[in-house]
């Protein structure tokens, strides 16, 4: 197995702050991993001091900021360099966003160890204006330190001519890519009536930092006359308060406009407010590029931008995408021309969105990159359109990961994986549709009605595709007896891109474009079949991928049950981190919309601590089970590994494991079969009649325990999910 190929991103400032460059980074390390999955990015963030709260993109495999807090300039000079003294060896490519390094002695090292170096200029950091900032006896010798570099990006027309005429090393312009979610059905008129606007109420939308260099105090001075003109108008300043004062002194001047200015403030997902905007409004004195303009010229909208020659006048055309102004007066002037006119705002909105598709397609600019990085060589052509898609989640990355508080009593979901039979000997095939065994399912039913259980079938593309599989589902449902999930087998469910091989079967090793198109595709005919839109997920054989939470809260998914904890699927039991996955449920966003919900699984015995979970790795590996070691370990008591279904488990594994559980205060617990399981000769673990009624008295045995030992009693997911919604119901039911 290689070693991955990995690129090192260098900030001086990161989140928690507010910073243009940190968000380009997030977005474009987004896209270069769809491009070429097997280059990771990783980043050192050497001024903003370590945050409290860590995960901010999943995308960015490791993020590590030099500082824990304020420290001396020669202090922090000490820190980098030992940093790179450990850690350089590991990277190809090191690539500085900003100069950060005054003393330019890690330059040194990167080039002494043969990497390659780059450095970006992004605002007013150019080659002169950097070499400028030396003392005059200092800056021949720091002309000569930015030879050390390989190459210099530049991000705008302007940045890159200055960079030019001094450079040694060849200079490329490589503007910031944009890339935009689709808009949601309904969210302009949804964010309008939450601002409080008619249809015909112009609303001006400024994005970026409140700070003195954006001038925002510009478009606030003007709102008086064009209120005289629109009194319905609003101006909407959506951003992080950068500079204090400045915001202060920027809400006394909105304060007699009666609202007319609306302070939002940082928002993490601006999007919807662009959806609800008439016209971009951006007085900003001095930017490297301005990726707000462009951004919002992607939603659609006409812009007005102050005239900043180099940087912006290459798309902000006049007249034809947007105007440019000088002035307030030229601002003034702009602003009532678009808001007088829809048809010149619908005009310029589309001329613009096709100009930024076609200038800064974002995986037409990371392709760019990776080749900068001498790593053409690894990009693969996307298979379908850029997905994008965020990365703030993640189910695999425990960065991103809060526990959610759950109370007693003991609470037991039953999911039931509703697919197709298949020969589980055999390769996976695209032919194996038999869904027959869905008209079986009463004979659960006889067991859940005696227990109060009403189980979630995660219904994968062949039983909603086919009468045989969604009819009885169908049936249930009507009669409140199952609630309705969704799992995805990418073997059989379209569209059919990828090659027919045993790692294509985990959803997760899919490229992410075609990994988001199956899940589409799954997600619509739920919706369509049985009316309602799925809202708990599962990828089949328990296949998560790095960027499956992402492509979840993008389909509008509420929550997963894809883990399940000591069973890492195929694709990684070598992987030591792919063990310590927990068995309560957890939040996989910072925004906490998504929630895992795991199988419940775990190893049981002496030795079922840290200690375990580091020789579980090489007691379940291939090997040892071909030599019977970890049978031999569960008969001398010290380690099994069990997990919570009637499928190859026996009911008093089954019992051990909840009461080793529950001892340790686990409080929800998740039953799991398979729907064809209740067919004899389906799956390996039910193979006759009398199979068949052993696995239902299993069932039948389990619920019992649960309820009469543990104190427990059957649960919905929703329960876990939406807690302050089902206890009211709860009660009711009572």
């Known amino acids: 197995m290689t070693s991955p190929r990995r690129v090192l991103h260098v900030l001086k400032s990161y989140r928690p702050q507010f910073t243009g460059e940190g968000v380009f980074l997030e977005r474009s390390s987004a896209v270069m991993q769809e491009l070429a999955r097997d280059v990771t990015h990783e980043l050192l963030v050497t001024h903003t001091p370590r945050p409290e709260a860590t995960a901010w993109c999943g995308t960015l495999a490791r993020v590590t900021w030099l500082t824990t807090g304020p420290v001396g300039d020669l202090r922090r000079e000490a820190m980098l360099c030992w940093w790179f003294l450990r850690h350089l060896h590991r990277y190809e490519v090191v690539h500085f966003r900003t100069h950060a390094d005054w003393y330019f002695l890690s330059y040194a090292m990167t080039k002494l160890a043969g990497r390659r170096l780059l450095l970006s200029a992004t605002l007013d950091d150019s080659l002169p204006v950097l070499i400028g900032h030396y003392r005059p006896l200092w800056r021949q010798l720091a002309a000569r330190g930015f030879r050390l570099f390989d190459g210099f990006i530049s991000i705008s027309p302007r940045l ?9 090393a060849p200079c490329h312009l490589l503007p910031c890519g944009i890339t935009v979610p689709a808009a949601q059905p309904g969210e302009r008129a949804r964010m309008r009536r ?23 105090a510009t478009l606030i001075a003007a709102m008086p006359a064009i209120l005289a003109q629109h009194p319905g108008a609003k101006l909407l300043l959506v951003g992080p308060a950068l500079e204090p004062d400045h915001v202060r002194a920027l809400e006394a001047a909105a304060r007699p406009l009666c609202g007319a200015v609306i302070f939002a403030g940082e928002q993490s997902n601006p999007h919807p407010w662009f959806a609800a905007a008439d016209i971009l409004v951006f007085a900003s004195r001095l930017e490297g590029f301005g990726t707000v303009v462009p951004e919002a010229m992607a939603h659609g909208l006409p812009v007005v931008a102050r005239r900043l020659p180099g940087v912006n006048d290459g798309f902000v055309l006049e007249g034809e995408t947007g105007l440019l102004f000088d002035d307030a007066a030229g601002y003034l002037a702009a602003v009532l021309r678009l808001a007088a006119s829809p048809e010149l705002r619908a005009r310029m909105g589309r001329a613009g969105a096709a100009l930024v598709a076609r200038e800064f397609d974002m995986a037409r ?137 045993p790692g294509n079967s985990f959803a997760g090793n899919l490229p992410v474009a075609i990994e988001v198109a199956k899940a589409r595709t799954l997600t619509e005919a739920l919706g369509a079949t049985f009316g309602q839109h799925p809202l708990i997920y599962r990828t089949g054989r328990f296949g998560v991928g790095p960027r499956t939470a992402d492509i979840l809260k993008h389909l509008g998914y509420a929550a ?60 379940f590996h291939p090997a040892a089970e071909r030599l019977r070691l970890p049978g031999l370990a569960a008969r001398m008591g010290l380690m099994e590994r069990i997990r919570l279904t009637p499928e190859g488990m026996t009911l008093e594994e089954a019992k051990r494991l909840t009461r080793a559980l529950h001892a340790a205060g686990q409080r929800v617990f998740v039953l799991t079969y398979h729907s064809p399981s209740l067919v004899p000769g389906n799956t390996p673990y039910v193979r006759t009649l009398a199979e068949r009624e052993a696995f239902l008295a299993w069932l039948d045995g389990y619920y019992s325990f649960f309820r009469e030992e543990i104190g427990g009693r059957s649960a919905s997911w929703r329960e876990i999910r939406y807690p302050a919604e089902a206890a009211p119901q709860r009660v009711a039911a009572e």
């Open 160 to 168: 890159h001519a200055q960079s030019a005429a001094v450079a040694a």
């Open 194 to 216: 939450e601002l409080g606007l008619s249809a015909g109420d112009p609303l001006l939308i400024f994005v970026g930092g409140l700070c003195a260099r954006k001038d925002p």
């Open 365 to 501: 600019i990371a392709t760019g990159y990776l080749a900068l990085y001498g790593m053409a060589d690894a990009v693969r052509p996307l298979d379908a359109p850029e997905t994008r898609l965020a990365a703030t989640a993640s189910i695999p990355d425990r960065r991103f990961h809060s526990p959610v508080p759950v109370t007693e009593p003991a609470r037991l979901i039953t999911m039931v994986d509703a697919e197709e039979a298949f020969d589980w000997s055999r390769p996976f095939s695209r032919e194996a549709r038999d869904v027959s065994s869905m008209r079986h399912q009463h004979l659960a039913h006889r067991v859940f009605e005696r227990h109060g259980v009403v189980p979630v079938y995660l219904a994968d593309h062949p039983v909603v595709a086919q009468d045989d599989g969604r009819a009885p589902l169908q049936e249930l449902l009507r009669g409140r007896h199952c609630e309705i999930g969704a799992q995805l087998h990418p073997w059989v469910t379209p569209p059919f891109t990828e090659a027919m091989e």
């Open 560 to 619: 997963d049950s894809s883990v399940a904890a000591c069973w890492p699927p195929g694709m990684a039991r070598g992987d030591a981190e792919a063990w310590r996955s927990g068995q309560a449920p957890y939040w996989v966003d910072r925004d906490r919309t998504l929630m895992e919900i795991p199988v419940t699984a775990a190893l049981v015995g002496r030795l079922d601590g840290r200690l375990g979970r580091r020789l579980a790795p090489l007691l």
